[in-house]
Protein backbone atom coordinates (compact mmCIF):
# COMPACT_ATOMS: atom_id res chain seq x y z
CA UNK A 1 0.00 0.00 0.00
CA UNK A 2 1.43 3.38 -1.10
CA UNK A 3 0.51 6.49 0.93
CA UNK A 4 2.57 8.60 -1.28
CA UNK A 5 0.59 11.97 -1.34
CA UNK A 6 1.96 12.84 -4.82
CA UNK A 7 2.09 16.32 -4.38
CA UNK A 8 4.06 18.91 -1.79
CA UNK A 9 1.62 21.85 -2.27
CA UNK A 10 -1.32 22.26 -0.03
CA UNK A 11 -4.41 24.41 0.96
CA UNK A 12 -4.45 27.96 -0.38
CA UNK A 13 -1.87 31.10 0.67
CA UNK A 14 -5.05 33.26 0.27
CA UNK A 15 -5.83 31.19 4.04
CA UNK A 16 -3.40 32.13 5.78
CA UNK A 17 -3.53 32.49 9.53
CA UNK A 18 -7.00 30.47 9.07
CA UNK A 19 -8.10 28.00 11.84
CA UNK A 20 -10.90 25.05 12.65
CA UNK A 21 -11.70 26.91 16.18
CA UNK A 22 -11.37 24.43 19.19
CA UNK A 23 -15.12 23.19 19.23
CA UNK A 24 -14.84 22.34 15.54
CA UNK A 25 -11.03 21.05 15.60
CA UNK A 26 -12.91 18.65 18.74
CA UNK A 27 -15.54 17.55 16.97
CA UNK A 28 -13.55 16.35 13.94
CA UNK A 29 -11.29 14.56 15.96
CA UNK A 30 -14.07 12.71 17.88
CA UNK A 31 -16.29 11.96 15.21
CA UNK A 32 -13.14 10.76 12.76
CA UNK A 33 -10.98 9.01 15.63
CA UNK A 34 -12.48 5.75 17.18
CA UNK A 35 -9.61 4.05 18.92
CA UNK A 36 -8.85 5.42 22.46
CA UNK A 37 -5.12 4.69 22.25
CA UNK A 38 -4.82 6.65 19.09
CA UNK A 39 -6.92 9.60 20.64
CA UNK A 40 -4.45 9.65 23.63
CA UNK A 41 -1.24 9.64 20.63
CA UNK A 42 -2.89 12.75 18.89
CA UNK A 43 -3.53 14.67 22.46
CA UNK A 44 -0.27 13.57 23.23
CA UNK A 45 1.27 15.18 20.54
CA UNK A 46 -0.89 18.08 20.40
CA UNK A 47 0.02 19.26 23.26
CA UNK A 48 3.63 18.60 22.73
CA UNK A 49 3.75 20.88 19.92
CA UNK A 50 1.58 23.34 21.65
CA UNK A 51 4.47 23.35 24.51
CA UNK A 52 7.35 23.76 22.12
CA UNK A 53 5.47 26.29 20.34
CA UNK A 54 4.96 28.29 23.71
CA UNK A 55 8.62 27.65 25.26
CA UNK A 56 10.98 27.47 22.30
CA UNK A 57 9.50 29.32 19.18
CA UNK A 58 7.73 32.25 21.99
CA UNK A 59 4.16 32.28 19.81
CA UNK A 60 1.55 33.80 21.18
CA UNK A 61 -1.54 31.91 21.81
CA UNK A 62 -3.17 32.13 18.21
CA UNK A 63 0.33 30.62 16.85
CA UNK A 64 0.25 28.03 19.79
CA UNK A 65 -3.16 27.05 18.52
CA UNK A 66 -2.02 26.15 15.29
CA UNK A 67 0.89 23.94 16.11
CA UNK A 68 -1.50 22.19 18.40
CA UNK A 69 -3.89 21.74 16.02
CA UNK A 70 -1.51 20.24 13.56
CA UNK A 71 -0.50 17.55 15.93
CA UNK A 72 -4.15 17.38 17.57
CA UNK A 73 -5.31 16.29 13.95
CA UNK A 74 -2.45 14.75 12.25
CA UNK A 75 -3.58 10.93 12.39
CA UNK A 76 -7.28 11.84 12.23
CA UNK A 77 -7.79 9.56 9.32
CA UNK A 78 -5.62 6.65 10.77
CA UNK A 79 -8.58 5.00 12.46
CA UNK A 80 -11.23 4.62 10.03
CA UNK A 81 -9.31 5.03 6.25
CA UNK A 82 -5.80 3.49 7.25
CA UNK A 83 -5.43 3.47 3.41
CA UNK A 84 -5.78 7.13 2.66
CA UNK A 85 -3.80 8.28 5.58
CA UNK A 86 -3.13 11.40 5.64
CA UNK A 87 -4.85 12.22 2.07
CA UNK A 88 -8.06 12.54 3.47
CA UNK A 89 -7.79 14.65 6.70
CA UNK A 90 -5.57 17.14 4.19
CA UNK A 91 -8.47 17.61 1.69
CA UNK A 92 -10.67 18.12 4.63
CA UNK A 93 -8.53 20.91 5.89
CA UNK A 94 -8.18 21.96 2.59
CA UNK A 95 -11.75 21.93 1.98
CA UNK A 96 -12.19 23.70 5.21
CA UNK A 97 -10.38 26.50 4.18
CA UNK A 98 -7.20 26.20 6.24
CA UNK A 99 -3.90 27.79 6.86
CA UNK A 100 -1.64 25.59 4.14
CA UNK A 101 1.15 25.71 6.78
CA UNK A 102 -1.13 23.79 8.75
CA UNK A 103 -1.78 21.17 6.31
CA UNK A 104 1.82 21.19 5.20
CA UNK A 105 3.02 19.81 8.58
CA UNK A 106 0.47 17.08 8.66
CA UNK A 107 1.27 15.92 5.59
CA UNK A 108 4.84 16.00 6.33
CA UNK A 109 5.22 14.09 9.83
CA UNK A 110 6.39 10.80 7.61
CA UNK A 111 8.13 11.93 4.73
CA UNK A 112 9.23 8.53 3.98
CA UNK A 113 5.95 7.47 3.83
CA UNK A 114 4.00 10.23 2.16
CA UNK A 115 6.83 11.96 0.24
CA UNK A 116 6.81 15.49 1.62
CA UNK A 117 9.95 16.72 3.49
CA UNK A 118 9.28 18.91 6.85
CA UNK A 119 10.79 21.93 6.21
CA UNK A 120 9.57 24.76 8.88
CA UNK A 121 10.12 24.58 12.25
CA UNK A 122 6.49 23.08 12.76
CA UNK A 123 6.62 20.68 10.09
CA UNK A 124 10.33 19.15 11.66
CA UNK A 125 8.91 19.43 15.42
CA UNK A 126 5.53 17.25 14.30
CA UNK A 127 7.86 14.99 12.90
CA UNK A 128 10.13 14.86 15.62
CA UNK A 129 7.34 14.47 18.45
CA UNK A 130 5.12 11.70 16.41
CA UNK A 131 7.14 8.54 16.79
CA UNK A 132 9.04 9.38 19.86
CA UNK A 133 6.07 10.47 21.80
CA UNK A 134 4.40 6.59 21.17
CA UNK A 135 7.85 5.28 22.38
CA UNK A 136 7.75 7.15 25.88
CA UNK A 137 4.36 6.48 26.42
CA UNK A 138 4.46 2.89 25.67
CA UNK A 139 7.52 2.97 28.00
CA UNK A 140 5.38 4.67 30.69
CA UNK A 141 2.93 1.79 30.24
CA UNK A 142 5.26 -1.05 31.29
CA UNK A 143 6.68 1.00 34.34
CA UNK A 144 4.93 0.32 38.04
CA UNK A 145 5.40 4.54 38.65
CA UNK A 146 4.44 4.95 34.82
CA UNK A 147 5.87 8.49 34.14
CA UNK A 148 7.14 9.22 37.37
CA UNK A 149 10.53 9.16 37.64
CA UNK A 150 11.41 8.38 34.27
CA UNK A 151 14.59 9.19 32.75
CA UNK A 152 16.98 10.34 29.35
CA UNK A 153 18.79 7.05 30.05
CA UNK A 154 15.97 4.39 30.53
CA UNK A 155 14.22 5.80 27.41
CA UNK A 156 17.46 5.76 25.37
CA UNK A 157 17.75 2.30 26.64
CA UNK A 158 14.43 1.12 24.85
CA UNK A 159 15.41 3.03 22.02
CA UNK A 160 18.28 0.44 21.10
CA UNK A 161 15.65 -2.47 21.83
CA UNK A 162 13.79 -2.98 18.42
CA UNK A 163 11.78 -6.05 19.99
CA UNK A 164 10.02 -2.93 21.88
CA UNK A 165 7.80 -0.67 20.73
CA UNK A 166 8.74 -2.32 17.46
CA UNK A 167 6.35 -0.47 15.44
CA UNK A 168 8.10 2.74 16.42
CA UNK A 169 10.39 3.64 13.65
CA UNK A 170 13.95 4.29 15.32
CA UNK A 171 15.16 5.59 11.28
CA UNK A 172 12.37 8.07 11.47
CA UNK A 173 13.56 9.58 15.27
CA UNK A 174 16.87 9.38 14.01
CA UNK A 175 15.92 11.40 11.18
CA UNK A 176 13.76 13.67 12.68
CA UNK A 177 16.29 14.62 15.03
CA UNK A 178 18.65 15.29 12.40
CA UNK A 179 16.39 17.53 10.53
CA UNK A 180 15.09 19.70 13.40
CA UNK A 181 18.73 20.38 14.79
CA UNK A 182 18.08 18.82 18.50
CA UNK A 183 20.15 16.28 20.29
CA UNK A 184 17.72 13.04 20.94
CA UNK A 185 18.88 13.74 24.65
CA UNK A 186 17.07 17.09 24.52
CA UNK A 187 14.33 15.89 22.69
CA UNK A 188 13.57 12.79 25.08
CA UNK A 189 14.09 15.28 27.98
CA UNK A 190 11.51 17.89 26.82
CA UNK A 191 8.45 15.21 26.42
CA UNK A 192 8.83 13.32 29.59
CA UNK A 193 7.52 16.19 32.04
CA UNK A 194 4.70 17.80 29.39
CA UNK A 195 3.40 14.03 27.90
CA UNK A 196 3.43 13.33 31.68
CA UNK A 197 1.40 16.61 32.43
CA UNK A 198 -1.40 16.18 29.48
CA UNK A 199 -1.84 12.17 29.79
CA UNK A 200 -2.99 12.67 33.71
CA UNK A 201 -5.49 14.95 32.49
CA UNK A 202 -6.48 12.77 29.77
CA UNK A 203 -5.87 9.40 31.40
Given at each position: ?????????????????????????????????????????????????????????????????????????????????????CKKIIEELERRNIDP???????????????????????????????????IHAYSLMRPGGYEGM?????????????????????????????????????????????????????
Amino acid sequence: MSLNLGRTEFGDQANLGNVLSREEANQLFNDWVLNPKLKVHMQQVGHLMKAWAAEKENLDEAGQWQWEMAGLLHDADWDQWPDQHCKKIIEELERRNIDPAIIRAIASHGHLHFGVVPVTKMDQMLYAFDELSGLIHAYSLMRPGGYEGMDVKGVKKRLKEKSFAANVSREDIADACERAGIALDDLVAFIIPRQAQITATIA
